[in-house]
């Protein structure tokens, strides 16, 4: 495997259930980032962790919970979604040097449907 | 915060033709990113430009830091150009990216 991988690639969830949804990346970064795009608009960050501790956690709501066990590794688990939670959720890594975020890669994303 | 602005909006072109995709942003900035997303949504990486200009095969971007915008040529166009292009700038920011509206591009054949 190379690069940034998700899994699984669609999921299809109701308001009760609770999943996850994982992201693993091969380039040796040190920084991971959950982001959401909904339909026809822009990506959001969600989360950023940096060498496994979190450094940003944009007002997400508490029903997505991430975990980054270590660099390689990013998981966003799920509990009681609603609807409006449907979209693409995409994992992102970068090499932070020193403070200075580097270029980011996309793996490619996980699509998200809440009944 | 800082706002990007991406024009225009949509774009729709014929094959074998040129265009120029515009990134404005409000701020400095220290990234900038060009992506296409495909129509299953992966993110494809096209330039990491905060400044200056790269180009690679028929695509080449252009930023201006000190007057805040990026621009985005794409020659030649082919129908696997299609898609959305998003421009993301990143500003002291812990790894924020922030991403404008999009340009979506239609090549026709």
């Known amino acids: 495997e190379t690069g940034v991988t998700q899994t699984p690639r669609h999921l299809v969830m109701g308001m009760t259930n609770k999943k996850s949804l994982k992201c693993e990346q091969h380039?040796?970064?040190?920084?991971m980032y959950w982001y959401k795009q909904s339909a026809k608009k822009p990506l959001e960050l969600m989360f950023v962790?940096?060498?496994?501790?979190?450094?940003e956690n944009n007002s997400v709501p508490s029903r997505f919970s991430p975990e980054c066990p270590n660099s390689s590794h990013l998981f966003l688990h799920l509990h009681t979604l609603q609807p409006e939670d449907s979209a693409l959720y995409l994992c992102?890594?970068?090499?932070?040097?020193?403070?200075?975020?580097?270029?980011?890669?996309f793996g490619p994303g996980t699509r998200l449907t809440v009944l | 915060g800082i706002q990007v602005e991406q024009s225009p909006p949509d774009l729709i072109l014929q094959e074998g033709a040129n265009s120029t995709l515009r990134c404005n942003f409000s701020?400095?900035?220290?990234?900038l990113q060009w992506f296409h997303q495909n129509p299953w949504g992966q993110l494809i990486n096209l330039f990491y430009?905060?400044?200056g200009t790269k180009q690679n095969g028929r695509l080449s971007a252009t930023t201006v830091a000190t007057e805040r915008y990026s621009l985005l040529y794409i020659s030649s166009s082919q129908t696997t150009d299609s898609g959305v292009y998003f421009c993301?700038?990143?500003?002291?920011?812990?790894?924020?990216?922030?991403f404008g509206q999009g340009t979506e591009l239609s090549v026709k054949p």
């Open positions: 992102a890594s970068s090499q932070d040097e020193e403070g200075r975020y580097n270029e980011q890669f």
């Open positions: 380039l040796g970064h040190n920084a």
């Open positions: 962790y940096n060498f496994k501790e979190q450094t």
């Open positions: 701020d400095s900035v220290n990234n």
């Open positions: 430009i905060p400044s």
């Open positions: 993301a700038v990143e500003r002291n920011q812990g790894g924020k990216l922030i």
